[in-house]
């Protein structure tokens, strides 16, 4: 069974792509966007445990 581990982190609309890219080559995938409870966007990561 794969065991998972999750990340959360802020959205800057002006540098959304960088942040993606960066996300992405450490090895997390991108589960979903929502609002910030204070405004602005929070994106949902996870990858595998490895190990």
Known sequence: MTRW???TAPLIIHNTQQ?????GADGW????????????LV?????????
């Open 5 to 7: 581990q999750y990340l």
């Open 19 to 23: 942040i993606l890219d960066n996300f």
């Open 43 to 51: 994106a949902y990561f996870k990858r595998p445990v490895e190990g």
């Open 29 to 40: 995938e991108l589960v979903q966007v929502v609002p910030g409870p204070t405004g602005g």
